[in-house]
Each structure stands twice: as C-alpha cells, then as structure tokens.
C-alpha cells in the first residue's frame, strides 16, 4: 500500500488526477470507477483542466460509478447522476454510452444488481477505482458491518452517514436511507484503487483503516488486502497514523529510486 501524504487538499486532488491521468494515457480504453461526494471534487477539476489544457482524451474511457441513492430519479439535484454530470462528465469527453451509475428507480434490485456486475466483467473489469471513505470507514455505501466478500446491493445508510450528507439534501429528513452500492468484493476485483482523504474528520477513519485490523467494522480495512492501492491523504487526514514518518520516507525513496534508474 503506498501512502501518499500531501500538503493540504490541492495537493491530494493533483496527485489522484495525475495518477487518473497517466492510466488513461498508458490505456486510451480504460475502464474507470469513479466516486461522488466533497473529497473527489478537486480530483475532477483537475482532470477537466488537463482534458482542455493538456489534451487529455476520455473518448475511449468507460466508466462505472460506486453508487447511488435508492429511489432518487437520475434528474433529481441530490442523485449521483446529477453529481457526476455537473463535477465532471459535461465538461469531458466520456461518450454518453461508455457511463454507468446504478440506477437508484429500479424495482428489481436483485437482477438490477447482478446486471451491474455482469457489465463490470463485460467490460473487462476496473482498471483503476477511485474512492472516498466516509468518517464511518465506508467506501462507496458500504458501511460498516458490510461483509468484505460483498457484491452489488442494496445497503442501509448508516445514522453517522445520514447526518453527514443532510448538509446536501437540506435536512437529515430528506436523506434516503437507501443505497445501491458495489460491494467490498466488487472494489477489491478492480486492478488499482486510489482512496482520498482530506481534513481532521477523516483522520479517524484512515487510520483505522490503513493502520487497523482487517474489519467489517470499518470496510475501508479491505483495502489492506489489495497489492496495487494508493492512499493519497494531506496532512490533516495523516494526523493520527502512527507511522506517518515512515510513509513520507517510502515515498522519498521512490522518488529517488525514479531518478537514479527512470522507472
Ligand atoms: P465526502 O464523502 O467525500 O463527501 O467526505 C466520502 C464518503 O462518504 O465516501
């Protein structure tokens, strides 16, 4: 696991994009799991600038976002339908027809979530996942509790989650407090993860996360068990890592070793 610890949240949103980056630029077909919430929004803005400034082409990317709200209609303001047009896809090249985000009116949750997994594999699998995690340890809706080996579902949002994002909906009354979600077992199958944080709050949660046991009880833990995972966090976040000091040094390291043999 490489524990990349930056700045402040600029530095975190540059180096997830650059890491974005170079993937679609090594692959022009690569599939993407993309993320909502607060933390990625920096990560898309910078990927926006370098698809105007830099070239960088999404016309070949496919993508499959983590989850949406049970019973929001794509066209609803909260829906992560909404989220990813208005942060992201309107201002990039990603054919229409290459998105994928859960849809959150279906009736049949079991066939439409085994549909989701099927067009996972169909398209040959995650190539590179991004992910939040919530002050829970969740990543996507899977909050804790969710087993590791799980798949695409249904999920009950946690208390803490609900209050988290009431600030969105305009009252905690207003929050689903259902999810379609990829589950761990689906997360865990992409080829790379890249997991943000930023700020005190989440201080918590990644450092039970990457310095905890293995745990249902704060999912983020499954992350342990994935051989390719960048944690890209700034200072605030990396408060409470105990080994902190060593993850800056790993990360020198490589950088030196970049240099010495340009690799
Ligand atoms: P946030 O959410 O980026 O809005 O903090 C993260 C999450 O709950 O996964």
Request: charged share 25%; glycine share 10%; aromatic share 8%.
């Amino acid at each position: 696991m490489r524990v990349i610890i930056a700045k402040d949240y600029d530095g975190i949103s540059r180096t997830a994009a650059s890491i974005i980056a170079k993937e679609i630029r090594a692959k022009p077909r690569a599939v993407l799991g993309l993320a909502t919430g607060s933390t990625p929004l920096g990560t898309y803005k910078e990927l926006i600038r370098m698809h105007k400034e830099e070239s960088l082409d999404f016309s070949g990317v496919r993508t499959f976002n983590l989850d949406e709200y049970f019973g929001l209609p794509p066209e609803h303001p909260q829906s992560y339908h909404t989220f990813m047009s208005e942060n992201f896809f309107d201002y990039v090249n990603v054919k229409a027809e290459n998105v994928s985000i859960p849809d959150g009116t279906v009736t049949d949750v079991e066939s439409f979530c085994a549909g989701y997994e099927e067009s996972i594999r169909k398209a040959g699998g995650i190539d590179l996942q991004l992910l939040g995690i919530g002050r829970d340890g969740h990543i996507g809706f899977n909050e804790p509790g969710s087993s590791l080996g799980s798949r695409t579902r249904l999920k009950t949002l946690a208390e803490e989650t609900v209050r988290d994002n009431a600030r969105f909906f305009g009252g905690e009354e207003k929050v689903p407090r259902l999810a379609l979600t990829m589950g761990i077992g689906t997360i865990l199958e992409a080829r790379k993860l890249v997991m943000l944080a930023s700020g005190a709050e989440k201080a918590g949660a990644v450092k039970n996360a990457i310095e905890g046991p293995l745990s249902s009880q704060v999912t983020a833990s499954a992350l342990q068990l994935h051989p390719q995972v960048a944690v890209v966090i700034d200072e605030k976040a990396a408060r409470l890592l105990d080994r902190r000091e060593y993850y800056l040094y790993v990360e020198k390291m490589a950088e030196q070793v970049e240099h010495d043999t340009g690799i």
